[in-house]
């Protein structure tokens, strides 16, 4: 394929612990993950809002893939109490790199006191 501006790239990192993470998959273990997600070394999770118009959603399943599936502890967490969020933008998940064309969003969710 003939690219004529070579763009300089990055891997996503996770914001906690700026480690490199993996790609989002197909999360196992609940038909109602809509999106595709994963989990960082230190003990983040991930979930991937496509097109940056999910953010709502994308942060509700976030919360439950940190709760191991169970909404209702997830629906009684505080941020900032109990949890942290971040957010890593212009995420392009057919490449795996961030690229600023790219619109894709990882939201992260890190709790603060692991059960
Ligand atoms: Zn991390």
């Known amino acids: 394929m003939l690219n004529l501006y070579r763009e300089k790239t990055y891997p996503p990192r996770c ?3 700026r480690a490199e993470v993996a790609k989002p998959a197909e ?6 993950y809509e999106f ?4 960082c070394r230190c003990g983040a999770v991930f979930a991937h809002d496509p097109t940056a118009r999910n953010g709502g959603a ?3 399943q976030a919360l ?3 709760c191991h599936g169970d909404w209702d502890e997830a629906l009684s967490l505080a941020p900032e109490v109990d949890y942290d969020e971040g957010f890593v ?14 619109f894709g969003t990882l939201v992260f969710i890190r709790r603060r006191s692991q059960p």
Request: with cysteine; glycine share 16%; charged share 10%.
């Open 27 to 32: 999360l196992a273990g609940g038909m109602w």
């Open 36 to 39: 595709e997600g994963g989990i």
């Open 15 to 17: 914001p906690f612990c």
């Open 64 to 66: 439950v893939q940190c």
């Open 89 to 102: 933008g212009h995420y392009n998940s057919l490449t795996h790199r961030l690229e600023s064309q790219a």
């Open 58 to 60: 994308v942060l509700l």
